[in-house]
């Protein structure tokens, strides 16, 4: 490998990570951003696995690959550039990086949540913007890693807005400001890569969070501010957006940018193996330019969302986690609005299969809402198709962009297609039903528990169906619409019924369903934890040290917000 010799302090070598994404039986994957163009050695265990990097817009990347690892095994590691240590850093306060490859006998245990803002950890943030959750679980690993109440996971899963490019920190302002100033368009959002990589900075480099990103693998998928809010709404969005003279670029630099920062880590080696334009890192020896190719990508999916598969599937032992696109997999042609582009959906139904114990569906939309606000969808949906005049399909429309109306609920036939894929799985006529089947998602800034309601005795489901929502990580909801969020889950839920009720357009659901936990509003992650048949969802937020704490993100420690057992239904 040749990437030319490079000298420096490792400051300057290591600009971010390295990150651990892919953890597997036997192997793993090490994400890194580097300086210069460099060849990336990890060593563990006597052994050393090295990778050549490539560029984007002249920001340099590299994903190590390791193999040959043994299954249940937990191997400290260091990454190299240059012949020089980078990672871990000298003096770090932090525990040893580590590697835990699965344990088929371990009970899987799995962190995830939405919607993260990249402020400080100081007063003045918190008391804006509440306390970080990432964070919080970072100091909580760091401070007794295995034990107590913070058990190690073994997966975290970001399920969108990792970054918030319409919404920037002061920090981002100052940078935008310095490159090209805040008065030429898109103003204080993100312009390009170039920007979208600072921004990425910022979200990542924070020294606790950075550990724990270096030591604990992670799956991710975006959603909406990933790219910007109500990314992909409908034709109507769509079509006043590109007329955006900035749009394009600020497309193609979200896109080509989660390319390289999310999206690679998703993949497992054969995976990698397998994509279109990593095949060419893997079959060069020589730092490779591919900028035009994932810029190329990334305008070919705007047009034609079936070109380029952004979910993922990872079988996790006694789990099979599957990451459902939710976004740019979308159809939004008048008459063929769909939620999942026809291949995407023919791909989804192959991953429901059984021969699983318990089976995680990542979406970052929740696919089973507060019955009260999936029936105001509903309504919305069938106004805004014209099915009641062009004057309200226009009004429709304009509140469906405003309070975010675009949820699966208003995707309703892509909807009950999956609905009945999940139903027809729960009923074992798939394999032998799991016990549990699990939406994860994020995106609504409140956390709830959902169930289908009496799912054996009324559909002869033999798994159990709920839908976890955490979110957010950071980004509180605003206290007035604490109550409004709430009132959909409870007391708004058979009044919108009736409404939605009388519209031939928007019949009973098939498979009704209730909120029977929540909703919290705690900035917190959540954690799935496997016992057998039954699983344990901990709802957990971080809590600050006392005022008179000089270093207030430093002492800030985990807190339970709320537990929930579900037992699962034997197959």
């Known amino acids: 490998m040749s990437a030319g010799p490079v000298r420096g302090e490792p400051d300057d070598l290591l600009v971010l990570g390295p990150m ?164 030429d368009p898109p103003g204080t959002e993100i312009k390009d890569f170039v920007e979208y990589a600072h921004l990425y900075h910022l979200a990542w480099s924070d020294p606790a969070n950075r550990w724990l990103l270096s030591t604990v693998p992670s799956c991710m998928i ?34 080509s940018s989660y390319w390289v920062y999310q999206h690679l880590g998703n993949l497992s080696p054969a995976q990698l193996a397998r994509d279109p334009i990593h095949q060419r890192v893997l079959a060069s020896r020589e730092h490779l330019d591919l900028t035009s190719a994932v810029r190329d990508l990334a305008t070919r999916v705007d047009r034609h969302p079936w070109v380029y598969r952004w979910s993922y599937s990872r079988d996790l032992g006694d789990c099979r986690l599957v990451v459902v696109d939710s976004r740019a997999a979308r159809v939004l042609e008048p008459g063929h609005r769909s939620m999942l582009d026809p291949d995407e959906l023919a791909w989804l139904d192959e991953q429901l299969s059984g021969a699983v114990d318990h089976l995680l569906i990542g979406t970052s939309l929740p696919f089973l809402l507060p019955p009260g606000l999936h029936d105001l969808e509903a309504i919305d949906e069938a106004v805004a198709s014209g099915r009641y005049g062009s004057g309200p399909a226009r009004l429709a429309e304009r509140i469906r962009q405003k309070i975010d109306l675009e949820h699966w609920a208003a995707f309703a036939d892509d909807m009950a297609e999956v609905f009945e894929m999940v139903m027809d799985l729960a009923r074992g006529n798939r394999g032998r039903a799991p016990y549990t089947i699990v939406f994860l998602s994020g995106d609504v800034h409140n956390s709830y528990l959902a169930e289908v309601t009496d799912a054996l005795a009324r559909h002869g489901a033999r798994s159990r169906i709920v839908q976890a929502v955490c979110s957010p990580i950071r980004n509180p909801m605003p206290k007035a619409m604490r109550v409004v969020m709430s009132a959909f889950a409870k007391s708004l839920a058979h009044p919108m019924r009736a409404v939605a009720g009388r519209s031939k357009h928007m019949p009973d659901p098939a498979y009704p369903w209730r909120v029977t936990h929540g909703p919290w509003f705690e900035n917190c992650f959540a954690e799935l934890a496997v016992d057998g048949a039954d699983l344990t969802i901990t709802w957990r937020g971080g809590e600050a040290g006392g005022e008179g704490d000089d270093e207030p993100e430093q002492s800030t420690r985990m807190v339970r917000v709320a537990q929930v057992p579900v037992r699962g239904t034997p197959a």
């Open 20 to 183: 651990l994404r892919y953890v597997g039986l036997t192997e793993a994957t090490i994400w890194v951003q580097a300086a210069h163009p460099v060849v990336v050695t990890v060593e563990a265990d006597g052994r050393e696995w090295a990778a050549v990097s490539f560029a984007v817009h002249d920001h340099h990347y590299a994903l190590v690959i390791l193999d040959g690892l043994s299954p249940g095994a937990e191997l400290e590691y260091t990454v190299s550039i240059g012949g020089q240590v980078v990672w871990p850093p000298a003096g770090s306060p932090y525990p040893a990086p580590r590697i835990r490859t699965l344990d088929l006998d371990r009970p899987t245990r799995l962190v995830f949540g939405s919607c993260r803002v990249s402020e400080s950890h100081d007063r003045k943030s918190n008391r804006q913007n509440g306390i970080d959750a990432l964070h919080a679980l970072a100091l909580a690993l760091a401070d007794e890693p295995g034990a107590g109440d913070a058990q190690w996971p073994d997966l975290v899963a970001f399920l969108g807005d990792q970054v918030y490019a319409d919404e920037t920190s002061e920090a981002m302002r100052e940078f935008i400001a310095h490159r090209r100033g805040l008065e």
């Open 222 to 255: 975006f959603d909406d501010h990933d790219i910007r809010d109500d990314w992909n709404t409908s034709w109507t969005w769509h079509e006043q957006i590109n007329r955006s003279p900035w749009w394009h670029e600020r497309l193609v630099g979200g896109l």
